[in-house]
């Protein structure tokens, strides 16, 4: 019998104490957890509120610039200017020892042209490269190949003899050998200086100059380096010892040729009739005209092609064979000065009484000098052969030279652009130009631009030397080059004078790199091109006499005209930036104002590790003469860079 108070502990009904207070706390627990997940919840729509309000902080309110220009360009450039200004100095008092005073020895830049180009040749040919580059580079390769030079070089002399209508072996060495001598023709001199034009670009016995319309210099002929026989004998030492260096040079060369052709020959028993040969080129040489000191070369008589000798019309003949479209017609009206037209009358008349085989004689001589000057049969330096390929293939060079250094904003295309217009309306608006000349000076113009833009357009670079070939011999390179550029030359002839402009020598002569702000391109590169633009104008065919005198009337004032385009380009420039101007950060380190960094990039593209005075002349000289430079850095007036009086720059 169960007592009436027992509890059965598995009772459903039952809950001890202990168990009551569990359940309780587990209740608890639950509603604690569930109203703890309810706020969680609750939180999301406040955390995806406040992460919103964050971005949109962020991005509505960007934080503080850096108070300088931070760009790579700008760093580079801040660096390199610090190193090489000199703030101890007053722009005001000295500006180009102010820009140019510091340690210039250090800066990375301005590194020698010669050394950039070098550089680019040697980086190894690649199929994505324009052909012309590609040819460049082989050009050099094969330049820089020094085993073979020497034997390939002669190999291939006895070709172009024959194609300039000389014989291997002077005829005069031929008869002193008692060799057979072909009596048929006489020596024509003519076709042999004409042909020797056209593959070499040499002048012999007739200079011509054909890189300007209508200005066709008939004149002076060129002289091979050692050439340096005495214009007139006197029985003084120092004559003799001038003659017999010089016959020794011409009488060496002639030998190195010679055994080239026969290397069997015992030159021992031969030196004498070779020194003999060098006497005879001298007796020659000293019965040539020389520039005639009595005839004023500011007269410029108009010949038309007809009146000129026979001799000479024939030489203009064969020099623009398959030329049709540059050959002078007989009615071209010539522009030959009075020196130059007294020189060929005097050289017709003394070659024609003299022995042909003599002529023969001193023309073998003088391309023998030429060729074996080369480096074919030098070991030169990686820098001769740098130098040898931007003559013959200075376009290419150019294109290299923008592409590797990738200029940006700072190209010569986009620049090209911003100044053009410029230089156009100013053109147009000078009133101390006649109409002609105006014309005249725009047509000039965009023939330079047109040269500009074949070293920016890889597709006009090609269609430019697509007559060019080049191979695996340097001497073969070498004349197939200076071909290219004499035919060019001379089918440019009725062209204005700037497509004869080299960009590569003036103003890609060192690398523009992006200098990091607008004001400071402009002031370097912008300065630059438009002086290269303008330059040559003056004293062309371009320009009328009345034009040319009133120019020379405003130059005056400069103690070197080339300051006047200098002065032109900053003028320009500085209205080009202005038109375009926006705020610019300063770099970093020194805080210029934009016009001030303006002037000194001009300063600075001036800058030479020897500091040279005309450096200093030029840059001083144009900047004193410009009201915006006084005040863009406050100068005083009367101070050395704001003088009372200034010249006055095309106007």
Not at 104 to 120: A, V
Not at 304 to 309: I, N, R, T
Not at 641 to 648: A, D, I, Q
Request: net charge negative; proline share 6%; hydrophobic share 35%.
């Amino acid at each position: 019998m169960v007592k009436e108070n027992h509890r059965d502990s598995t009772s459903a009904r039952y809950t001890s104490p202990h168990e009551a207070d569990v359940k309780t706390l587990c209740k608890q627990e639950c509603v604690r957890i569930v109203h703890s997940k309810r706020c969680r919840y609750a939180l999301i729509p406040l955390v995806l509120f406040l992460t919103i309000l964050v971005i949109y902080v962020i991005f509505d309110y960007p934080p503080e610039p850096p108070p300088f220009c931070a760009t790579a360009a700008c760093i580079r450039t801040g660096w390199n200017l610090k190193q090489s200004m000199n703030l101890q100095v007053k722009p005001c008092d000295d500006f180009y020892s102010y820009v140019c005073g510091g340690n210039w020895t250090k800066l990375s830049d301005k590194r020698k042209p010669g050394n950039e180009w070098q550089n680019l040749l040697a980086e190894n040919v690649s199929q994505s490269d324009p052909k012309p580059v590609r040819q460049a580079k082989q050009i050099f390769n094969v330049c820089t190949n020094r085993g073979n030079r020497i034997v390939e070089g002669y190999g291939k002399l006895e070709g172009y003899y024959k194609k300039f209508g000389l014989p291997m072996i002077p005829t005069v060495l031929k008869r002193s050998e008692g060799w057979a001598v072909e009596e048929d023709l006489p020596f024509d001199w003519v076709d042999s200086v004409a042909q020797i034009r056209r593959s070499l670009g040499l002048n012999v016995l007739i200079g011509i100059d054909a890189a300007d319309t209508n200005r066709f210099v008939l004149g002076y002929p060129d002289l091979p380096k050692g050439w340096d026989y005495p214009t007139s004998y006197r029985p003084k030492i120092e004559h003799v010892s001038q003659l017999l260096e010089t016959v020794q040079i011409v009488a060496t060369n002639m030998i190195q040729v010679a055994v080239a052709i026969n290397p069997s020959w015992n030159i021992t028993d031969r030196e004498n009739k070779f020194e003999n040969l060098g006497y005879q080129i001298q007796d020659l040489h000293r019965l040539l005209p020389n520039k005639s000191t009595t005839v004023s070369d500011e007269d410029q008589p108009i010949i038309s092609v007809q009146d000129l000798d026979p001799m000479l019309q024939r030489y203009l003949n064969l020099l623009f064979t398959n030329l049709p479209d540059a050959k002078p017609a007989p009615t071209d009206q010539l522009q030959i000065s009075s020196s130059n037209h007294q020189y060929l009358k005097d050289l017709i008349k003394t070659l024609t009484n003299q022995d042909p085989e003599q002529i023969e004689l001193y023309i073998w001589g003088v391309v023998s000098t030429f060729l074996l000057q080369h480096r074919f049969s030098h070991v030169g330096l990686e820098s001769d052969c740098a130098d040898q390929v931007r003559q013959l293939m200075g376009p290419a060079i150019s294109y290299m030279a923008i592409e590797a250094n990738n200029p940006d904003n700072a190209s010569v295309e986009v620049m090209l652009q911003r100044v053009r217009p410029e230089l156009k309306q100013t053109i147009l608006a000078i009133d101390w130009m006649d109409e002609p000349s105006r014309n005249g000076s725009l047509t000039m113009i965009n023939a330079k631009i047109e040269v500009l833009e074949r070293v920016l357009n890889a597709s006009k670079l090609e269609l430019y030397y697509r007559e060019l070939d080049v191979g695996g011999n340097n001497l073969e390179n070498w004349i197939n080059g200076l071909g290219f550029v004499s035919k060019n030359k001379l089918k440019s002839w009725r062209s204005t004078s700037g497509s004869q402009w080299d960009p590569a020598a003036t103003i890609l002569q060192k690398p523009f790199r992006d200098l990091g702000l607008d004001s400071l391109n402009l002031g370097s590169l912008g300065v630059t091109l438009i002086s290269e633009l303008l330059s040559g104008l003056a004293n062309s065919t371009s320009w009328s006499n009345r034009t040319n005198q009133a120019y020379a009337h405003l130059t005056t004032c400069f103690e070197d005209s080339r300051f006047d385009l200098d002065a032109v380009g900053l003028i320009l420039a500085l209205q080009v930036f202005k038109r375009t101007e926006e705020t610019e950060q300063p770099l970093p380190g020194e805080y210029f104002t934009a016009q001030q960094a303006f002037f000194i990039a001009y300063g600075w593209q001036t800058c030479n590790g020897d500091r040279s005075e005309r450096s200093k002349s030029r840059v001083n000289n144009v900047v004193r003469n410009f009201e915006p430079f006084s005040e863009a850095f406050e100068c005083s007036a009367g101070s050395p860079m704001n003088p009372e009086e200034k010249c006055g720059v095309w106007n």
